[in-house]
């Protein structure tokens, strides 16, 4: 079957801009929306309005593009993914001069033109990805959740009471004054903070 009508958008984290482009790659329309849920279907509509049979060619499907990139599947379209380096190789190639969104959503649908092997997107292999981001960030909080306990029984056996100085230790701030205190301390009580921590006091990171 061959495709009509080919619509690249470069999706970003305010803006989706899109462009329609037929089997020359000629342009036929182009479309802006904001990345709101609402504006999103509105874009989408676009995108039912162009002549069929059609695919949607989104840079990062799987990054700012993915709300749109679910929605365009649930509504029965077809959706390829364009990595970042096609669309600047495809900018090289049309010789246009420095980089602009517009331009870039063509660019994008005649990288899809020219590239017959895109990753076709689907929702189930979406869905996997999220859970796999959910995951990856639920161990994070797990494991920053492990080191505040054990440099707070760590401290409770070195500097009593130190909570009037390093406060709740879920801050870069708190962390600090906390490994402070558990150095001076370890000076004082070498035994004690071996056994409590089995190395040294962990560094300050940021918290989620």
Same mark, same amino acid.
């Given at each position: 079957m061959e495709i009509i009508t080919t619509i690249g958008v470069d999706a970003h984290?305010?803006?989706h801009v899109a462009a329609a482009v037929d089997s020359? $790659?000629?342009v036929l329309a182009e479309y802006a929306a904001g990345s709101a849920a609402? !504006? #999103?279907d509105g874009l989408v509509d676009w995108v039912q309005s162009l002549p069929a049979p059609r695919v949607v060619a989104v840079e990062? !499907?799987? $990054?700012y593009g993915r709300m749109l990139t679910q929605r365009l599947l649930t509504a029965g379209?077809?959706?390829v993914d364009v990595a970042t380096n096609l669309t600047a190789e495809g900018r090289r190639r049309s010789r246009r001069p420095g980089k602009d969104d517009e331009g870039d959503a063509v660019v994008i649908a005649r990288v899809a033109l020219r590239e017959i @092997? #895109?990753?076709l997107m689907d929702a189930a292999h979406l869905d !996997? @990805? #999220?859970q796999l981001l959910v995951g990856a960030r639920d161990q994070l909080v797990d494991e920053q959740a492990r080191i505040r306990n054990r440099l707070h029984a760590l401290l409770l056996g070195l500097t009593p009471g130190h909570r009037q100085v390093t406060g709740a230790l879920i801050s870069q701030a708190a962390l600090r004054r906390a490994r402070s205190l558990a150095l001076k301390g370890r000076a004082s009580d070498p035994v004690r903070a071996k056994t409590r921590t089995g190395s040294d006091p962990p560094a300050a990171r940021p918290l989620q």
């Open positions: 984290s305010q803006v020359q $790659g000629r609402v !504006a #999103l990062g !499907a799987k $990054g379209e077809t959706v @092997d #895109l990753p !996997a @990805d #999220l």
